[in-house]
């Protein structure tokens, strides 16, 4: 798989940069403050970067990651109508494995469940994982 990712460059698996504007913890300091009031997300943009520990989906427009920074966990919830990329949204999430280091551009908020999460509009895989992480 990282043959074909480094031939096609789509995505390109090792970009050169990607600027993370909070990690985890300043992340949920931050927005800890919100409200859980009908899946509300504000209206700027924050980067964040982590590695994948796990990956759940819920049919085909929604998309939940969960990247640990630091020791700390934090929720990425896709949905297919924040998707600025230019691909179309099943592209954008095919090439993401458990233990990939990614960076996420998108809107903090508040989940139905009350999670702190991020809701992205654009993914970025920055280093993708070679090997099975340990359980």
């Given at each position: ?98 233990g990939d280091i990614i ?33």
């Amino acid at each position: 798989m990282i043959q074909t990712l480094k031939e096609t460059k789509n995505p390109d698996p090792y970009p050169h940069k990607f600027h993370v504007s909070h990690n985890a913890t300043q992340f949920i300091k931050s927005f800890d403050h919100l409200l859980p009031e009908k899946n509300t997300y504000l209206d700027f943009e924050v980067s964040v970067a982590g590695r994948v520990t796990n990956l759940r989906t819920s049919g085909k427009s929604l998309v939940f990651y969960d990247i640990v920074d630091n020791g700390v966990r934090l929720q990425v919830l896709c949905n297919e109508s924040n998707n600025t990329d230019t691909k179309s949204f099943p592209e954008v999430h095919e090439y993401f494995r458990r233990g990939d280091i990614i960076g996420v551009r998108g809107r903090p908020g508040r989940s139905k469940a009350g999670e702190i999460s991020i809701s992205p509009g654009k993914i970025t895989l920055l280093s993708p994982c070679l090997h099975q992480l340990p359980k």
